[in-house]
């Protein structure tokens, strides 16, 4: 079956980093286009990043670009983001996700607090 786990989540002071990591079971990793997703408190779930299958081409929320960089890693079946100059409004649950039409799958989400 589908498995996502997210890891590396924590509390940051503002402008620091944090690196975000997905290990991917249960599906041909390297066939999927993989994505991160946000939902800070009493809001709805964000899209983040997206990257390619080959990791080609990626994409960002225009509130992150810049600042945040997703990769992956095919051999690991892994997808990461690092998250770079965090801003307060960065603070949230972050996930992993991925596709297989009909079924979207979510990881567990880490937290991400950015406070001083």
């Known amino acids: 079956q589908v498995q996502l786990a997210e890891s590396g989540g924590g509390l940051v002071q503002p402008g620091g980093s944090l690196r975000l990591s997905c290990a991917a079971s249960g599906f041909a990793f390297s066939s999927y286009t993989m994505s991160w997703y946000r939902q800070a408190p009493g809001k709805g779930r964000e899209l983040v990043a997206v990257i390619s299958t080959d990791g080609g081409s990626t994409n960002y929320a225009d509130s992150v670009k810049g600042r945040f960089t997703v990769s992956r890693d095919n051999a690991k079946n892994t997808v990461s983001l690092q998250m770079n100059s965090l801003k307060p409004e960065d603070t949230a649950v972050y996930y992993c996700?991925?596709?297989?039409?009909?079924?979207?799958?979510w990881g567990q989400g880490t937290q991400v607090t950015v406070s001083s």
């Open positions: 996700f991925v596709r297989r039409s009909p079924v979207n799958y």
